[in-house]
């Protein structure tokens, strides 16, 4: 069974420029969170979604959004970027099992903002 | 909010050595995960614990809930280089879905050849 894919692997803009991340998450999987990762924060929450409908979302400010298709597969939006945008960002798809979401973690997207 | 503090932050032993990492909390959690992340990588689930007490054993990790489910541990014995990598623990609240983990930052451990 393939793993959960992001694309791109890695991508370089300029503060205010805006940019979109994509994730396929595991085969059956309904559920897609993504993450935001830096050495400072370590691994933080964004959002979640389940069947096209955010179910949860992080404390981030409304520049990041996302949205998931039919198809299960989701994006992540971010406008108006900046420096502090730089970061690893990270989608998990989960399969709840026995009320205890696993998360399969994809490779992440490296976002460099200038 | 729930927070997840690991223990020690940096650890860096000679290939061969036994190590115990350590995740803990205020708070209960309903499960706790471990995951190892490698440089350029998302992070791999290693194992979830869902009861208080319960102990797992992964090859040569063993991995601790504690009886009160706030605290975890990771225990590696005769440590490889292949063991190097960033271990994170996440505590689940009860109910599931991703908004019950909590991830601490990580404890980056470094296994010397």
């Known amino acids: 069974k393939a793993g959960v894919t992001q694309t791109p692997r890695y991508l370089i803009k300029t503060r205010g420029q805006q940019v979109t991340l994509s994730c396929s998450p595991i085969s059956g999987h309904r559920s897609v969170s993504w993450y935001q990762q830096t050495p400072g924060q370590g691994l933080q929450f964004l959002f979640e979604y389940f069947s096209e409908t955010q179910r949860n979302k992080g404390n981030f400010p409304g520049r990041f959004s996302g949205r998931q298709f039919s198809n299960s597969r989701s994006e992540m939006n971010v406008s108006t970027l900046e420096l502090g945008d730089s970061a690893l960002y990270l989608c998990a798809s989960s399969l709840v099992s026995a009320g205890v979401a696993e998360q399969f973690f994809g490779p992440g997207t490296r976002l460099t903002v200038l | 909010t729930q927070l997840l503090e690991q223990s020690p932050q940096f650890l860096s032993i000679q290939e061969g050595e036994n190590l115990t990492v350590y995740c803990n909390s205020s708070?209960?959690?309903?499960?706790l995960q471990w995951y190892r992340q490698e440089p350029g990588e998302g992070p791999v689930l290693l194992v979830t614990v869902v009861t208080g007490g319960e102990v797992k054993k992964l090859k040569r990790l063993t991995f601790q809930f504690g009886d009160a489910r706030k605290d975890s541990s990771l225990h590696i014995t005769a440590a490889q280089p292949g063991d190097t990598g960033l271990y994170l623990c996440a505590g689940g609240e009860s109910g599931g879905g991703a908004d019950g983990l909590t991830f601490g930052k990580g404890t980056h451990l470094i296994i010397q050849p």
């Open positions: 708070s209960v959690f309903s499960s």
